[in-house]
């Protein structure tokens, strides 16, 4: 036997564990990087010799949050300039304060557009959100202030419409003659530099390069997701669609390998990017080689697209607006025939089902897969899933399914589900995490990042409040307490990740992973939940300060 | 600046045949250096003798042709294609089985990378209409073969022939467009690609292609008027499924000009330098009667 290892001892002000046989503690020691006891310092003495850590005793200690549905590739997107409604915190901490007008995005885009060395560098931004400046959309005109010699693209906040200064659209030949779709056109019929769907996008992508598209699986990309997640007080979180081929994921070794990097990730695979077959036998190789810092072994399958952008399958009576029914990202047959495949395989899979009909599709496919071939405790989850009514909750509850809810759009998109998509009833029933613990169905919620900052406080805050971006409260039986935000954003997620062994309180045998708070989040106004401060995390007992330091 | 280059779009539905249709082309490209852009990799299926290198996402031909897989971005599997040192003679767009092709066909009607050549829908005769008839896919189903320019009715030899002629009624109410009927995706690859290498006037005077499909070739070194041109082809409907032409109108005599005609979309663009006005050539199903048509494009000559 190996000498034991050293005894570090936190002591902090207050530590609440998610454990409910010992909720709160002030004291926690660590070996190995692992939990060896929670209790007083006398309790914790009697292991032996130890160190004592007082450099959180004035802090709140959660266990490291958890998030179960983001994408590295935001960390990625901040090397370029973001111009939001909302405040946004770089991954160096930087504040970048929530644009309010077009002005000022076009005042932001001046002064990267200053600060860019080669004269004919693109300028790329992101986070755009027009839907907040009162019906005005950007047009070239706009962006033509920022540069009239140097591409400049704007992408929105939903990533499938851009804005282009006239640099772009001369060079792409996009004019008056374009007539397709996604070109957008001003009374006298030139092009207004909006440009929408795939094909529009494209031949702006055209003029600039991919260089913007590969930074997304880039070493210094998920350096950077690393972190934004330690800001968050994230110490887990997952890259959920990865095409796992060989150049990404040595970079995901190369810089999870390194002490410094903040956090466990867990990439899912994207399964529809392969036969099941060779999807299976591709994760079969990749599995054994996990570490303790990054996970093999999530498959991600998505089979509807986005009900604001009214591409989810919604069941009856459809969308508020009349719209068609969105599109299918899998046909049902395929999403039953992945489903069976990597269920049979023993792959827990996590399922994009945004509108009803989707997650009704799958559910089915779920079923059907496990009466072929038993299998216990699969946790499937359906990620986002923001349309289930009690009925489909409660098959969740009886399959074995989980759900990760996407709490934030209750915020961000819940006027507009309220007014366009879902319309009241619906709206204010979106996300419901109160259902899905009432039916007992495993409960974790998330931030989809980048489509919203990674913060499960901010996500906890909008389950508990359900306040969308004008205020309204969307659906006031939906609201769920502190204490069960808590759990979603900790140990929930850990169980939709099967990790719950592993992580997601703080107990004996775990690993040291917290979340560092200045504030007491089961103490503050539940309204106050999203402002709560973040120090940082500790990961593996390592302490790891926001700030840096 | 280099020419947009010419691309087809094939859409269908899982399963209605294709990645064979792809398969078969890969392996018999009549001589054009095609980028085949796929969604299943796996199943991509060429003579080991023709691969002449292969990586996770590309495999190149000995014949010159590519295949490259999609994986999840459409978007930068385009942007990579486009810079490669060689960009391909035409680009064959595999959309996904519950895409609507209409949506990628677009980069070829704006821009000046592409020109879209066609869009080929393939249909499964065995489960069309009950898939039409979905709750689920029906929408998406009956979206493929709306934006179809040419349908490709698949699998016709497992459907009795009553039942084939009950396919075919139905397709010609909802989509009027020429249909193009056929087995294991057996289509001709001239009648997909092989545009600017399309068989030599006097080789398609000749040739005989059983039943498969009829072809004719008018012969003509005089202009065409624009409008009558423009109203002829407009006027073959199901009658045509293909026609590739060098010829010059009466309004712009001194340019050559490339035809190019899939279904029911067609184009005019200035041919390749060094093109002698010869003619056209004309592909349809083999009961079309071959001379009627030559007949009612030679009344548009000036």
């Known amino acids: 036997m190996p000498p034991a290892a050293p005894i570090s001892v936190f002591v902090a002000r207050k530590i609440v564990t998610m454990n409910p046989s010992h909720p709160e503690a002030t004291h926690v020691a660590v070996r190995h990087g692992r939990i060896l006891g929670v209790g007083s310092l006398d309790e914790l003495a009697r292991w032996g010799e130890y160190r004592l850590d007082d450099s959180l005793a004035d802090k709140v200690l959660l266990p490291g949050l958890v998030e179960g549905h983001s994408h590295a590739v935001e960390g990625g997107m901040w090397r370029y300039c973001h111009v939001g409604f909302h405040d946004r915190r770089g991954p160096d901490g930087k504040l970048w304060p929530g644009l309010q007008s077009i002005e000022e995005v076009v005042g932001r885009l001046r002064e990267a557009e200053a600060g860019l060395g080669v004269p004919d560098q693109p300028l790329f931004a992101w986070g755009l959100d027009p839907i907040f400046f009162g019906g005005r959309r950007m047009s070239r005109a706009d962006l033509d202030q920022v540069s009239t010699t140097r591409p400049v693209i704007v992408v929105h906040a939903s990533g499938h419409l851009m804005n282009v200064n006239s640099v772009i659209l ?143 399958r919604l069941r009856w009576p459809g969308y508020f607006n009349g719209r068609p029914n969105g599109i299918w990202n899998m046909a049902p047959e395929e999403i039953r025939r992945y489903v069976d495949a990597y269920h049979r395989a023993g792959y827990q ?17 779920i079923e059907a897969a496990m009466v072929a071939q038993p299998r216990p405790d699969h946790r499937h989850t359906l990620q986002h899933c923001q349309m289930a009514d009690a009925a489909q909750f409660r098959r969740m509850a009886s399959l074995g399914v989980c759900v990760n809810l996407f709490a934030n759009h209750l915020f961000y998109w819940g006027d507009a589900h309220y007014s366009q998509t879902m319309g009241p009833d619906r709206a204010e029933r979106m996300d419901a995490c109160a259902t899905a613990l009432r039916e007992g169905v495993t409960l974790a919620m998330h931030s989809d990042a980048p489509v919203t900052p990674i913060g499960p406080l901010f996500t906890a805050w909008c389950a508990v409040n359900r306040l969308t971006s004008s205020g309204r409260l969307l659906g006031a039986h939906e609201r769920i307490a502190v204490a069960d935000a808590l759990q979603a954003i900790t140990l929930g997620a850990a169980r939709t990740l099967k990790l719950d062994h592993e992580i997601g309180s703080i107990e004996v045998g775990k690993r040291a992973d917290f979340c560092v708070l200045e504030d007491d989040p089961t103490a503050v106004d539940p309204a106050g939940l999203k402002d709560v401060r973040v120090w940082g995390t500790v990961l593996g007992g390592r302490p790891f300060p926001a700030s840096g330091g | 600046m280099p020419q947009a280059i010419p691309l087809l779009v094939l859409g269908g539905f899982l399963g209605a045949g294709k990645t064979t249709l792809l398969n078969r082309l890969l392996a018999d490209s009549e001589g054009a250096r095609i980028a085949v852009l796929v969604n299943d990799f796996g199943s991509i299926a060429v003579d080991s003798r023709l691969v002449a290198s292969a990586d996770a996402d590309t495999i190149e031909l000995s014949n010159g042709c590519i295949c490259c897989s999609i994986g999840s971005s459409l978007m930068e599997t385009l942007l990579r294609l486009l810079a490669r040192p060689v960009p391909p003679e035409r680009l064959v767009i595999e959309a996904s089985g519950v895409a609507d092709p209409a949506r990628i066909a677009a980069i070829g009607l704006a ?59 139905w397709l010609e109410a909802v989509a009027a467009v020429p249909i193009v009927v056929t087995a294991q995706a057996a289509v001709p690859p001239a009648l997909l690609i092989g545009a600017d290498r399309l068989p030599s006037l006097a080789h398609a005077a000749t040739a005989d292609h059983g039943e498969q499909f009829g072809q004719w070739v008018l012969a003509a070194d005089r202009p065409f008027r624009r409008a009558a041109l423009a109203e002829a082809l407009d006027s073959f409907g199901s009658r045509l499924w293909r026609a590739k032409g060098f ?40 009961q079309t009667d071959g001379q009627a048509v030559i007949e009612t494009l030679r009344s548009a000559l000036a």
């Open chain 1, 170 to 312: 001369e060079r792409a030949r996009i004019d008056r003659s374009s007539n397709i779709h996604g070109v957008l056109k001003d009374d006298a019929g030139d092009p207004t530099g909006e440009l929408l769907e795939f094909a529009a996008m494209f031949m702006a992508y055209r003029v600039v390069g991919d260089e913007y598209l590969m930074t997304r699986t880039s070493a210094e990309g998920y350096r950077a997701f690393g972190r934004l997640a330690n800001l968050a007080g994230v110490t887990t979180a997952t890259d959920l669609f990865n095409d796992l081929k060989p150049e990404s994921v040595e970079h995901l070794r190369q810089v999870t390998a390194a002490a410094d990097f903040p956090l466990r990730l867990l990439p899912a695979f994207n399964a529809s990017s392969a036969k099941p077959e060779d999807g299976i036998a591709k994760m079969a190789g990749l599995v054994p080689t996990s570490t303790d810092k990054l996970r093999f072994g999530l498959v991600k399958l998505m089979t509807d697209g986005s009900i604001q952008g009214f591409t989810a």
């Open chain 1, 349 to 365: 899979l996590h399922i994009h089902t945004n509108g009803d009909e989707a997650s009704e599709v799958t559910l089915d496919a």
């Open chain 2, 111 to 169: 821009g000046d990378a592409f020109r879209l050549e066609s869009i080929v829908t393939v249909i499964d005769a065995e489960t069309v209409r009950c898939r039409a008839a979905d709750p689920l896919v029906g929408d998406t189903v009956r979206r493929q073969i709306a934006a179809a320019d040419l349908l490709v009715l698949n699998k016709s030899d497992l459907v009795e022939a009553h039942e084939l002629d009950a396919v075919r009624s």
């Open chain 2, 247 to 286: 010829l010059r109108l009466a309004e712009q005599p001194d340019a050559v000009l490339l035809l190019q005609l899939v279904g029911r979309r067609w184009s005019l663009a200035a041919a390749p330098a060094g093109a002698a006005p010869e003619g056209v050539v004309l592909i349809g199903p083999p």
